[in-house]
């Protein structure tokens, strides 16, 4: 079903769906993780999407940190975390941990609020 989706009309952005919808897409898709390649392949959609502002730039930060980990890779802006023995969220595999911030900021503008801000 997402496919379809996909292969007609690509990422469904904020005009083509609305807000809700989008974001109802893109959770779907974050969670695909039995299918990488379907996440990787609407990664690349979504980013196109974003640079329009036709899609969540915070939600696109999510799906490359959840492919990049699907992918044996360290994730960049820190959002997929795992919960240690004191309850506390700490980010799996980052890459550049010290600069995490500055791509946090630069992704989303002034609001680079993600979780496990350092």
């Avoid at 329009?52 to 490359?64: D, E, F, G, I, T």
Wanted: net charge positive; glycine share 8%.
């Amino acid at each position: 079903m997402l496919e379809a989706i996909v292969k007609k009309v690509g990422f469904p952005g904020f005009k083509q769906v609305g807000e809700t919808s989008s974001k109802n897409f893109w959770l779907l898709v974050q969670h695909a993780d039995a299918h990488p390649a379907f996440q990787q392949e609407v990664l690349k959609l979504m980013l196109l999407e974003v640079q329009r502002k036709n899609a969540n730039s915070r939600n696109y930060a999510y799906l490359v940190d959840r492919v990049a980990l699907n992918g044996g890779q360290p994730q960049t802006y820190g959002t997929q975390v795992e919960y240690k023995a004191d309850g506390q969220p700490t980010p799996r595999t980052l890459f550049d941990p010290a600069n995490v911030d500055k791509r946090r900021a630069h992704r989303h503008g002034n609001d680079g609020n993600l979780p496990c801000q350092n």
